[in-house]
């Protein structure tokens, strides 16, 4: 009962999270904003330790669905030059979502973990024969 639920102390589908906090629950907003905020911290760490950023990428379940905490991430993003079009970020599927004045290109990129493990399982078939 740690992370996003125990914050929210709701639940861990961002899903709930985002109902709660539009119904004003400030525990599920916390929740969500919390991370936004630590997803922001780690790409700010990895851009520092690369000495810049140029391509900002969202996928999974959070990354690709969720217009709201890609707008948060970006915002605190702020300083590296990162601007999203809410317009281009609301839509679904894989595109740019970067505003074209961005310093940094953001897009949303589906991910597709049936296909993954389906060719991993298959190289590990035919490297046992």
Known sequence: ???????????????????G??????NCALAL??????????VGAYA????????????????ENDKNIRAAVCEY????????DPELNAQRGEHK???PDSKVEVWIVPTNEELMI???T????????
Do not use: C, H, P, W
Request: glycine fraction near 12%; avoid cysteine; proline fraction near 0%.
């Open 48 to 63: 520092a330790a690369l000495n810049g950023l140029d391509v900002l990428t969202f996928t999974a379940g959070v990354g």
């Open 77 to 84: 993003l702020g300083f590296l030059g990162v601007k999203l």
């Open 97 to 99: 979502i970067s505003a």
């Open 118 to 120: 389906a060719q991993d």
């Open 33 to 42: 904003d919390k991370f936004a905020y630590e997803v922001a911290k780690y």
């Open 21 to 26: 906090a539009a119904k004003g629950d400030e």
């Open 1 to 19: 009962k740690s992370g996003v639920l125990g914050i929210s102390g709701v639940s861990s589908d961002f899903r709930d999270l985002a109902d």
């Open 122 to 129: 298959a190289e590990l078939v035919n490297a046992a024969k």
